[in-house]
Nanobody, 116 residues
Framework: QVQLVESGGGMVQPGGFLRLSCVAS????????ITWYRQAPGKERDMVAS????????YYADSVKGRFTISRQNVKNTVYLEMNSLKPEDTAVYYC?????????WGQGTQVTVSS
């Protein structure tokens, strides 16, 4: 079955760094793009960054552009989100997502908290 598992979240101080991972299984990972979303309490789930079939096709929300980097290692079935210069407003649950066969698949999410 299709499965996406996020990890790497935690608590960091403003200006800190985290690297999130999304490990995929149950499908041909290299054939699909992956998108990171985040959702803060009481707010809508928003797109953060997206990657196509390789690292040369990426898209970032304006709020994270220049601070976050999305990448993939297909041999490991993994997409990464490197988050630099973290701000309190980056606090959210981060999810990875993909679409295939008319269906949408989500991971369970990983919590990122940016606080002093």
């Amino acid at each position: 079955q299709v499965q996406l598992v996020e990890s790497g979240g935690g608590m960091v101080q403003p200006g800190g760094f985290l690297r999130l991972s999304c490990v995929a299984s149950g499908f041909t990972f290299s054939h699909y793009g992956i998108t990171w979303y985040r959702q803060a309490p009481g707010k809508e789930r928003d797109m953060v960054a997206s990657i196509g079939l390789d690292d040369q096709l990426t898209y970032y929300a304006d709020s994270v552009k220049g601070r976050f980097t999305i990448s993939r290692q297909n041999v490991k079935n993994t997409v990464y989100l490197e988050m630099n210069s973290l701000k309190p407003e980056d606090t959210a649950v981060y999810y990875c997502n993909t679409h295939m066969g008319g269906s949408t698949y989500w991971g369970q999410g990983t919590q990122v908290t940016v606080s002093s």
